[in-house]
């Protein structure tokens, strides 16, 4: 894989609730779907995971518009 070291973690636009775990999929090269059932499944068993979304979704900025997907 290669990397790139300008990628920046965004909210994506093609969101659902806030754009985090798409957000997340597109900074990781996840599919968007298996973060979305991880994301559900730690919320229903684990309860710190919905802290931590809250709490990406407050600190991590919206994606510009122009760097929608690619």
Do not use: H
């Amino acid at each position: 894989m290669a990397t790139n070291d300008n990628r920046r973690l965004y909210r994506s636009q093609d969101r659902i609730i806030a754009g985090v775990c798409a957000g997340l999929a597109e900074f990781f090269g996840l599919d968007v779907s298996l973060v979305r059932i991880a994301t559900l499944v730690l919320i229903l068993f684990g309860g710190l995971s919905l802290w931590a979304y809250i709490i990406l979704w407050l600190i991590v900025p919206k994606a510009p518009k122009q760097l929608k997907s690619e």
